[in-house]
């Protein structure tokens, strides 16, 4: 199994602020998935990033694939209390994804 | 278009009690999953099914088995339920395989054995 570490576990902080969180393996996948899960809900896609060293942006959101494929980081700018949740990095194995433990994001006003 | 549609989407259940739990995938997709969530352990991946086979299994025992039908809908049946088993199941689908499409998740079931 190729596991995914994701850090940091919990993170609260407040309106405007930036974040980062970083999901870590030491095994190299061939795409990296990230999904925000809202309580009560399923996990949602927010973007799959497949080349190395790819940087997606989404809106304040902005996803880096590592040159060696083996980690991933999420950055988010100005902080809303819209993107508390709980932000879940999968990658593929076989016809599985394996999926970190999340890092739980609480944004307050 | 209607996502991805769990029931029940919560039950209490009792040790030794089995449980079925039933997952309808977005119409067109033809690849149901099923994973566990629970706080301790994160999601872990039960199994997948592609036009009714089985195409992977994750590490569970074997009180945990599943099915998909002809037309996609897929059911998970857990056995001789233990308290560990609480936890909230998760069903997606996606179109075919899963290695670079998105999954789409139902709301989950949430199970409690008391």
């Known amino acids: 199994t190729q596991l995914l570490e994701q850090s940091p576990q919990f993170l609260s902080i407040q309106e405007g602020e930036n974040l980062t969180v970083y999901c870590n393996s030491s095994?190299?996948?061939?795409?990296l998935q990230w999904y925000r899960q809202e309580p009560g809900e399923g996990p949602v896609l927010l973007v799959t990033?497949?080349?190395?060293?790819e940087v997606k942006k989404l809106k304040r959101l902005t996803f880096q694939f590592g040159d060696a494929r083996k980690d991933s980081s999420l950055h988010i700018t100005a902080a809303q209390p819209g993107d508390t949740g709980l932000y879940l990095c999968?990658?593929?194995?076989?016809?599985?994804?394996?999926f970190g433990k999340g890092t739980s994001l609480l944004v307050t006003p | 278009k209607a996502g991805v549609t769990q029931t029940p989407r919560y039950l209490i259940k009792t040790r030794g009690q089995q449980v079925t739990l039933s997952c309808s995938p977005i119409?067109?997709?033809?690849?149901v999953s099923w994973y566990q969530q629970t706080p301790g352990q994160g999601l872990q991946f039960l199994f997948e099914?592609?036009?009714?086979?089985?195409?992977n299994k994750g590490n569970f025992p074997g009180r945990f088995s599943g099915r998909q039908f002809s037309n996609s809908r897929s059911e998970m049946n857990v056995s001789t339920l233990e308290l560990g088993d609480s936890a909230l199941y998760l069903c997606?689908?996606?179109?075919?395989?899963?290695?670079?499409?998105?999954?789409?998740f139902g709301e989950g079931s949430r199970l409690t054995v008391l």
């Open positions: 997606a689908s996606s179109r075919d395989t899963i290695n670079t499409g998105e999954l789409f």
């Open positions: 095994s190299v996948f061939s795409s």
């Open positions: 990033v497949v080349t190395g060293g």
């Open positions: 999968a990658g593929p194995s076989g016809y599985a994804l394996n």
């Open positions: 119409s067109g997709h033809r690849s």
């Open positions: 099914y592609f036009s009714e086979t089985q195409r």
